[in-house]
């Protein structure tokens, strides 16, 4: 069975860290570039970054400049979204997701295969 499953979520305090997995399991990531994506209650999906298939292009979402990373670890057939100084105004269910395309990553591709998504929640 081809899924992913993102995991990582939680409450923090604004300010705070929280570093969200997406792990492949049936198939092999290394053909596609892996989004993240988030939707917040009453509001639409929205892309928070991407990253290409060997890892040379990336693409974040202007509100997460300089505060969040992609990175992907083909040996453990995973991606990660490292989330520092976090605000409230991320909190959201965060979904990775997989497309058959090497490069370079862009949100607006029909992608393939979906998680189901994970919680984060910035609160004090």
């Known amino acids: 069975q081809l899924q992913l499953v993102e995991s990582g979520g939680g409450l923090v305090q604004p300010g705070g860290s929280l570093r969200l997995s997406c792990a492949a399991s049936?198939?092999?990531?290394?053909?596609?570039?892996i989004g993240w994506f988030r939707q917040a209650p009453g509001k639409e999906r929205e892309g928070v970054s991407c990253?290409?298939?060997?890892?040379?292009?990336?693409n974040y979402v202007d509100s997460v400049k300089g505060r969040f990373t992609i990175s992907r670890d083909s040996a453990k057939n995973t991606v990660y979204l490292q989330m520092n100084s976090l605000k409230p105004e991320d909190t959201a269910i965060y979904y990775c997701a997989a497309v058959r395309v090497f490069s370079p990553c862009v949100f607006h591709y029909s992608y393939d295969y979906w998680g189901q998504g994970t919680q984060v929640t910035v609160s004090s």
């Open positions: 049936g198939f092999t990531l290394d053909y596609y570039s």
């Open positions: 990253i290409s298939s060997s890892g040379g292009n990336t």
